[in-house]
């Protein structure tokens, strides 16, 4: 595992692959948990190598977001990668990433101003400008993501189809821990207390999937129930939405294609969670 | 020389392509005229294989402005081409290049405001966005452009650099018909009258540089000349500036760096020129 920590030198590697060989691509901001780690496995038991990026990127914080207190620890990082067989792992600075008189920015319409877009104004902006950077240095066939980020997997997702690259993403399952929270490096700032009231997201996609398994279809009887239950718990309600997959739009009714988004505040932490509400497709 | 009309055929060539293999593109929007055909030359003279694109772009032209009436004859645009050696000419549709759905726009923030993005809002957007769904199609090593559009050289030769991909800008000189008009595919618009009013920006050219030749220093004291002289041609000023030619922004005083930028209605026609100001650099 070699860790490269300047853009030509991770270009270099991309040039001189040849034809056929397939290139799977992780991207990180670091702090990485066990969901982190299955993008990886994935990774490399698909492709011929895998590429891990560690950057957490300014771009995507908001001003008065968690950027400086975001967890980093590359020693330890690099320790729980070291068993999986990852061939490099891309380390660059935030100067190298923008340096002074970077202008280039992605915009991306509708898709990026819903949801946490809406209360993270300039995230997706942030969030698909690195991400083309990064491919456009390591040059990926397949990128392994998460669906945690449900609206970040279809924000690259659709700059990649538009901008006419071909980078394919691998969308992964969400990784919950043993009591269900989905595994997130922003889980390391809960208390206990905090900790057990998160895991009311989790047991709003329980109940959703059981409404929903009983033949409720509407999506205003569910919403409002789930929100009850999380204000029980204490979180103070981002978004509680069930919307198109594909699209983003909000429902009015239960299809094959909706999906449960969520996103709360348990003290000073955000949280998301996301499931497919009809099991059975 | 093969014309290709879909995405994927093009694609499918720029995956073929061998290491060390260099390709030159040349995008246009056709309506060719011998500048077009001096990038080509130049592109056939330097490259293994060059790409040329046709398209009218809709997203660069503002609801006002002349999308619709812009010239178009593809047959004359090969017949033009035939004998230059241009290996593959991509002409895709609208429907192709913004299919349905589609979000995903390119941003510069400083350089794109100014000057022609001032008088065209989201302009450069629509040419950052365009140029860089095709460097992601055909893949080149060196993307030839004129000066004529400076503005539009810098804004992608910083979109180039700042989202990491290698494909250089080749800048090619002005191309002038033998009366000094800076050859253009709007230079059709104009009649005869207004054709010789046109000369006007090529004077102000000539000047500009005999005001710096005698030492003459003065942002304010040579733009001031200039306007007075394209009034007088019977133009509609949208523009006179000296900027320096690397960040775009006006300058107080000429030095090295200087670039006279000219953005002028004649009639219903809007015309741009540009030249370096002190010649001896």
């Known amino acids: 595992m070699q860790v490269i920590k300047d853009i030509s030198g991770m270009q270099a590697i991309s040039d ?14 670091g702090a990485l948990h066990t969901g982190h780690l299955e993008l990886m496995k994935r990774s490399v038991a698909e492709c011929d190598y895998t590429v891990v990026s560690i950057f957490v990127n300014p771009a995507q914080f908001g001003k008065n977001e968690d950027l400086s207190r975001y967890p980093r620890d590359l020693d330890k990082d690099l320790e729980l990668m070291r068993p999986l067989g990852v061939d490099y792992v891309f380390f660059p600075t ?17 898709i990026s101003d819903v949801l946490c877009g809406a209360s993270r104004p300039g995230h997706f902006r942030g969030v698909a400008t690195v991400v083309l950077k990064l491919v456009n240095i390591v040059r990926p066939d397949f990128m392994y993501m998460g669906e945690k980020d449900f609206q970040q997997v279809v924000v690259l997702e659709t700059m990649l189809r538009d901008l006419n690259l071909k980078t394919q993403i691998v969308r992964c399952p969400i990784v919950r821990d043993e009591n269900g929270l989905a595994l997130s490096s922003r889980n390391e700032y809960l208390s206990k207390d905090e900790y057990i009231r998160a ?6 996609i329980k109940i959703t999937r059981d409404m ?15 929100s009850q239950h999380l204000l029980e718990c204490n979180a103070r309600i981002d978004y509680v939405k069930i919307v198109d997959s594909n699209s983003l739009t909000e429902q009015v009714e239960v299809n094959d294609q909706s999906r449960l988004l969520l996103a709360v505040w348990i003290g000073k932490t955000r949280l998301i969670d996301n499931a497919r509400v009809l099991l059975d497709n």
Chains 1, 2 share one sequence.
Request: aromatic letters at 8%; one cysteine or more; proline letters at 4%.
């Open 199 to 204: 895991l009311g997201l989790n047991r709003s």
């Open 94 to 110: 935030e100067e190298m990433m923008y340096p002074d008189g970077y202008k280039t920015w992605v915009e991306l319409s509708e």
């Open 16 to 29: 001189a692959r040849t034809n056929g060989i397939r290139i799977g691509f992780v991207p990180t901001m």
């Open 212 to 226: 929903a398994k009983t033949g409720e279809r509407s999506v205003l009887a569910i919403c409002s129930l789930i």
